[in-house]
Structure formats: structure tokens, C-alpha cells
């Protein structure tokens, strides 16, 4: 890392040195004086400009490459509550007493299993938000007809093309998700999941071995040949609200559609319909980010996954079944919660880690460091300094990753950039060892990264070209997030 920026800055020098003074066509021996000194001043000038930029170079960039604390990985949202504390507890930050009481009482709303009188059914996957999102952390590859509150995975179904304001085409008869389960105990719905084992060797000649899933859907569904499907795990909602208030021009800044720098690597922001509004703002929610805000965001699982009506999502606005009193409870519960502290930022083999992390050029998606909003509506969120390891943007993530599934901008290859604050604090929040990726098919971090594909290609071919001491070092710097 350092021997680039060394080059880099002998270039600077050079240029700056070379560069002609001023207009030298005209310029002679027989220039006046006044104009002599001046390109003589110049030239200095420049000189000492070069030389600046040279050693603040030397002195500065190596400090760049260094690995950074990210103990307080949500700024003052950081919490080091152990276990699931950490991210169901109110922010250490949230001091106001109604504030705090406010965010205590959407646990009950997101916990609390349902049932048909707070207007679940007939058909739901899951009977509560926290039987998917497990202590609100990322959920198993539970897929059964079995499971007594529901399963914690999402089948999506559509039709090919979407229309034309973007969304999808539902398929007649099952709508755009499979709703494997039902109040009266029918399970004539149900989904099974498989999975294909493929193999690989990393560059020092380490074999490994990625799975990728098969599902196989019940006659009783009668889906056309032509659904497109697309399964989803249920992700953590960690620093949820912190993501929010991350402002719709960061986003756009960070954005390069037509990989105008070159890099290989052009994010995309996704544009979709704000429900409540009828505008067309910033995605940042959901795996192909179709979702703009926690409220829309956990209305849409009320609706989808319960068949739960609301104020942003009903089929008669005279049959509303949770209140928007109710709707916002669960926002802000999952807006104010703490966000786990980075652990063992001292550790040498975490330290060497960042650095590998950085290296390998990860960070052109995963944004390491962030600043949210002055002005968003949680006080308590604003300005802060975070470390959320994602841009919130849409890559191609090449084929061994794509579903096809097209919806507003995101395209079927196209996926939003994992948050990765919380990462290996997954570990600690439930007994079986937790998957990863849109689908859950990676059975460890390490399983995730050799997916990477398409625009991440060039970071996947780095990491299994790395040492195996190298490969254990981002892990364990993976791990401490
Ligand atoms: C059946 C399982 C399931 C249930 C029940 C469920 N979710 Fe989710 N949740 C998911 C999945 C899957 C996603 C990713 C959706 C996507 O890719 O579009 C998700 C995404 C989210 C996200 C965005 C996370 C992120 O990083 O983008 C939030 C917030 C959320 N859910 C809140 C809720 C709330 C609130 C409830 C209860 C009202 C709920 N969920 C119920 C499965 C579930
Ligand atoms: C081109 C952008 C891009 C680059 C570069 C990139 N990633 Fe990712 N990363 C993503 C996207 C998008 C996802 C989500 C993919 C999915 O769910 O299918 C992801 C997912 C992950 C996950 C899984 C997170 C989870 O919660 O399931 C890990 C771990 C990860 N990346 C680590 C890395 C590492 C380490 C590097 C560098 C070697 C890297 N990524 C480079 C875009 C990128």
C-alpha cells in the first residue's frame, strides 16, 4: 500500500516541476525583470507546493492505510450490552424518558406471536417479526411446513417484466410471496429446500466447498413455469435507523452508475415509491434495497408476510388492522436500539486484518466510515460518525449470485451492499452457527466472500489469493465486527 503512494507522489512532484512556468512560448532571456521574478516566484512556488504534497504524502498516507478503531461501530448508538442486549436495548444515547419508553414498547409489537385477532392470516409465513429476525438478529434457513409459528425464509414469486411504475407482476393465485402457512394447519403450500454442493480451490491450493440452494415447490401451488423466484434469509436489523438517517445525497455522492473512475465498480443508487408520499426517493431497505424507510419497510412484512393490513399497505382503506400509532411503535423500536460494539479492535491478527480488508478493495462497496444526517428526525441519530461496511447501493454480483428478480431499479444481478456492523456479533446470538448472504447459502464469512462475483470479482480473485495466515487475519478483523 505504501509503495504506491510513494511513486505516486514522486509523480506529483515531477509534474509540478516539469509543468512550464507560465505561457513560455512568449517567455525569453529577454523577459522583463518584473516578469522573470515572477516565473521565478512561480516556479518556487510550485516547488514548494510539489514538495508539500510530497512529504504530507509520506507522512500522512501510510496513517491512512493503518487499521482505525471501530469500537463505537454505531457512534453513540454503541452498545456493549452482551448478547442480544446489544441491539434490543435502547441506545446508550436515547437519555429522554419518553424517548427510551417509546422505544421499550415496540419490543412487545415485534416479539409478540400473532394471531387472527390482531388480523393475521389466513395465510402468513411467520406469526411475528422476531420469529424471522431471531433476537433481532439474522434468522436460520428455516423452510417447514413443520415449524409450529411459521418459517423464518421468504420464497418471492412474480411474473417476468415488471410494470411500468417498476413493481413486480404478482402470480395469479399466490400473490408475489409464497405464504407456506395457514391458520386452519393447511400445509399444502409448502416449499422444501435442497442444497447443491460445488467445489473450488483457493491459489495456495486449499480446497473449499460452497452449496448453492434448489427449491422444489408443492403441485397444490401451481406456479407457471415462467415465475421468476427469489429466496431470501432474514437479515439482522442492526442500526437500522442510523442507516436511514445516512442522507440521500451521501448515498448519490458515493454513486458512480457508469464506473466513471474506472475502478470496476459502479454502484447504483435504487430509486423507489415512497407510499406515504407518491415520490420516488432512495432505497436502502431489503436485500435488492426496494424499501425507503423502516416504517414502509415493517409495513410491508405486515402485509406480505401476515397478511396484516395497514395505513401504507391495505386492500380497502376501511378494513386497517394495525393503527399507525402501532406501525410506528415497531419503526421506532428498531430506530433507537443499540448497535453492537466492535470487540478485540487491538488484536494484532485484527489489526492486520483492516489492513488486508483495505487492500483487497472491499471497501469500494463496503463503506467503512459515514457521517449521518444534521437534520434527521431523531435527534439522537444525527451527525453521528458510523461504521456501517456498506454505500447502500445496488452492484452486479455476477452470475453465481444473481435470481433474476428485477424490481424498480434493481436489476435481476443486482444486489444492495450487506451492512456488515454486526457481522461476527451474529455468532453470539443464537446456538446454531449463523448463514449468510441474500439466501443464506454461506455457511461461514469465509463462504460469503468466494461468492463475490461480478463487480467484485477483482476483491473474490484477491482473497483467495492470499496467504492462509492473510485469509485468517480478515477473517478474524470480519469476525470483530
Ligand atoms: C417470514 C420472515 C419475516 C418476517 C415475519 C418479518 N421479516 Fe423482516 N425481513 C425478512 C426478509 C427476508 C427481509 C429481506 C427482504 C428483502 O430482501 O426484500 C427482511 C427485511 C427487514 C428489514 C430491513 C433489513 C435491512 O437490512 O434491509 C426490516 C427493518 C424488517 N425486515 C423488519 C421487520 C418487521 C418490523 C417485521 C414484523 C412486522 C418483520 N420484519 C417480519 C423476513 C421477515
Ligand atoms: C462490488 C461491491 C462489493 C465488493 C467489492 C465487496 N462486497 Fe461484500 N457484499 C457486496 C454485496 C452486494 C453483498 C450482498 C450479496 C448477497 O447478499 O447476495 C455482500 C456481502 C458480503 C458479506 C456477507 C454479509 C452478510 O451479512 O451476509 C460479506 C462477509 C462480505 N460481503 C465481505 C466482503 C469482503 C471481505 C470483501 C473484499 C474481499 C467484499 N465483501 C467486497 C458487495 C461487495
Redesign the pocket.
Known amino acids: 500500500m505504501v509503495l504506491p503512494r510513494y511513486f505516486l507522489a514522486i509523480k506529483v512532484v515531477r509534474v509540478l516541476l516539469r509543468a512550464p512556468a507560465v505561457d513560455s512560448g512568449s517567455m525569453t532571456s529577454k523577459a522583463p525583470f518584473k516578469i522573470v521574478l515572477l516565473r521565478c516566484g512561480l516556479r518556487c512556488g510550485r516547488m514548494v507546493l510539489g514538495w508539500t504534497i510530497a512529504l504530507a504524502s509520506f507522512s500522512f498516507m501510510p496513517t491512512c492505510a493503518q487499521a482505525e478503531d471501530l469500537t463505537a461501530l454505531g457512534g453513540d448508538l454503541s452498545s456493549d450490552l452482551p448478547g442480544r442486549n446489544a441491539i434490543q436495548v435502547v441506545a446508550p444515547n436515547v437519555t429522554d424518558g419518553d424517548r427510551r419508553a417509546a422505544q421499550i414498547a415496540g419490543f412487545s409489537p415485534f416479539h409478540r406471536i400473532r394471531d387472527r385477532s390482531d388480523g393475521l392470516g389466513p395465510r402468513f409465513i411467520n406469526k411475528s417479526c422476531g420469529g424471522c429476525h431471531v433476537n433481532n438478529g439474522?434468522g436460520p434457513t428455516t423452510l417447514s411446513s413443520a415449524a409450529t409459528n411459521g418459517s423464518a425464509m421468504v420464497v418471492k414469486v412474480k411474473r417476468p417484466g415488471l410494470r411500468s411504475d417498476g413493481s413486480i407482476r404478482e402470480v395469479r393465485g399466490v400473490g408475489s410471496q409464497v405464504l407456506d402457512h395457514n391458520l386452519r394447519g393447511d400445509r399444502s403450500r409448502s416449499v422444501k429446500l435442497s442444497w447443491r454442493s460445488i467445489s473450488g480451490t483457493y491459489r495456495d491450493g486449499t480446497p473449499y466447498r460452497l452449496r448453492r440452494p434448489k427449491l422444489s415447490f408443492s403441485s397444490a401451488l401451481r406456479l407457471p413455469a415462467s415465475t421468476v423466484v427469489s429466496l431470501r434469509m432474514s437479515?439482522a436489523v442492526i442500526g437500522m435507523g442510523l442507516l436511514e438517517a445516512i442522507s440521500d445525497e451521501t448515498v448519490i455522492a458515493a454513486s458512480d452508475p457508469y464506473d466513471s473512475n474506472g475502478d470496476g465498480?459502479s454502484g447504483r443508487v435504487a430509486m423507489v415509491p415512497d407510499r406515504a408520499t407518491g415520490d420516488r426517493v432512495v432505497g436502502r431497505f431489503g436485500?435488492k434495497a426496494t424499501e425507503p424507510s423502516v416504517v414502509q419497510q415493517s409495513a410491508a412484512a405486515l402485509y406480505h408476510d401476515m397478511q396484516i393490513t395497514n395505513p401504507l399497505f391495505f386492500n380497502s382503506p376501511s378494513r386497517i388492522e394495525v393503527s399507525q400509532e402501532s406501525l410506528h411503535s415497531l419503526a421506532i423500536y428498531l430506530r433507537l436500539a443499540g448497535v453492537p460494539k466492535a470487540r478485540d479492535q487491538q488484536n494484532t491478527s485484527v489489526v492486520a486484518g483492516q489492513e488486508v480488508?483495505t487492500g483487497?478493495?472491499?471497501e469500494?462497496?463496503?463503506t467503512k466510515t459515514v457521517t449521518t444526517s444534521a437534520t434527521y428526525q431523531d435527534p439522537e441519530l444525527r451527525n453521528q460518525t458510523i461504521h456501517p461496511f456498506t454505500d447502500l447501493l445496488l452492484?452486479d454480483?455476477g452470475s453465481g449470485?444473481a435470481d433474476g428478480w428485477s424490481e424498480f431499479s434493481a436489476g435481476g444481478r443486482e444486489?444492495?451492499?450487506?451492512p456488515?456492523w454486526g457481522?461476527g456479533f451474529a455468532a453470539q446470538l443464537s446456538e446454531r452457527s449463523p448463514v449468510?448472504?441474500?439466501d443464506g447459502r454461506?455457511r461461514s464469512?469465509e463462504e460469503?466472500?468466494l461468492?463475490?462475483g461480478?463487480?467484485?470479482a477483482a476483491?473474490?480473485r484477491?482473497?483467495t489469493d492470499l496467504s492462509a495466515v492473510e485469509r485468517q487475519q480478515?477473517l478474524d478483523f470480519?469476525a470483530s465486527l
Open positions: 439474522r437479515p465498480i436485500f480488508f483487497l478493495g472491499c469500494a462497496c463496503h452492484h454480483m449470485l444486489w444492495r451492499t450487506a456488515l457481522l449468510y448472504l441474500h454461506a464469512i460469503a466472500i461468492w463475490h461480478g463487480e467484485a476483491a473474490q484477491g482473497f480478515l470480519l
